[in-house]
């Protein structure tokens, strides 16, 4: 079945480092792939997505970019902000079928 | 609605008791989707629905957990015999499609099993 896996946490940078959390994943053709964000006492919300191969996905400074020949969908930003503290989940959906999400990344920016 | 709506936002219930869970998704969304979040966990898939039908009931951890849709729009998920272990945010998703549609989420029920 189709799987996400995404680097443990937690993270901690300080402000304006730059940031990568690894993404891979498992699946049968070629699913949508996305980056949702938790930010700390809120609902979880899309923050990018990509849904074919070489796309890349970018909203608030965030970028992620759809590999097919290495699986994979890794989520940066070139300066992170005390504001961008939050939990990050992969995803991804396939055509009928379910969105399957990864374990979550935590991150924490320190000032 | 503008958003996707869930009730009761929490609910505090004694082990044993049943429990029913109520999402409202965003007008038109024919996608259903109920997770189930534990304390400083990932999100675990429970059911999702496309209209009135689950073609998906993987998740659902025992058979003391069920779901239903009706009109293609509300959504219930009902514990019978809730346990300490289903302490959880349960939160429901819809979508306008399957394939590529964003997922829109509630803010979650927050269930308390004492």
């Known amino acids: 079945g189709n799987s996400v896996t995404q680097m443990e946490g937690p993270v901690t940078l300080s402000e304006e480092a730059f940031l990568t959390i690894n993404c891979t994943y498992t699946a049968t053709g070629y699913p949508s792939l996305f980056w949702y964000v938790q930010y700390p006492g809120e609902g979880l919300q899309l923050l990018l997505k990509?849904?074919?191969?070489?796309d890349k996905g970018s909203n608030k400074g965030f970028e992620a970019t759809y590999r097919k020949e290495t699986t994979s969908f890794h989520l940066e930003k070139g300066s992170v902000q005390v504001s961008d503290s939050a939990v990050y989940f992969c995803?991804?959906?396939?055509?009928?079928?379910?969105?399957?999400f990864g374990p979550g990344t935590r991150l924490s920016v320190l000032p | 609605g503008a958003g996707v709506s869930q009730s009761p936002s929490n609910k505090v219930t004694e082990k044993g008791k049943d429990v029913e869970l109520r999402c409202d998704p965003i007008?038109?969304?024919?996608?259903l989707y109920w997770y189930r979040q534990s304390l400083g966990q990932g999100l675990e898939f429970l059911i999702y629905f496309q209209g009135n039908s689950a073609p998906d009931k993987s998740g659902l951890p025992s058979d003391r957990f069920s779901a239903e849709r009706t009109g293609g729009s509300v959504s219930t998920l009902t514990i019978q015999r809730t346990q300490q272990e289903d302490s959880a945010v349960y939160l429901c998703?819809?979508?306008?499609?399957?394939?590529?549609?964003?997922?829109?989420f509630g803010e979650g029920s927050r269930l308390t099993v004492l």
């Open positions: 995803a991804l959906s396939g055509y009928g079928q379910n969105f399957v």
């Open positions: 990509a849904t074919k191969a070489d």
């Open positions: 007008s038109g969304h024919t996608a």
């Open positions: 998703a819809s979508s306008a499609t399957l394939n590529t549609g964003e997922l829109f």
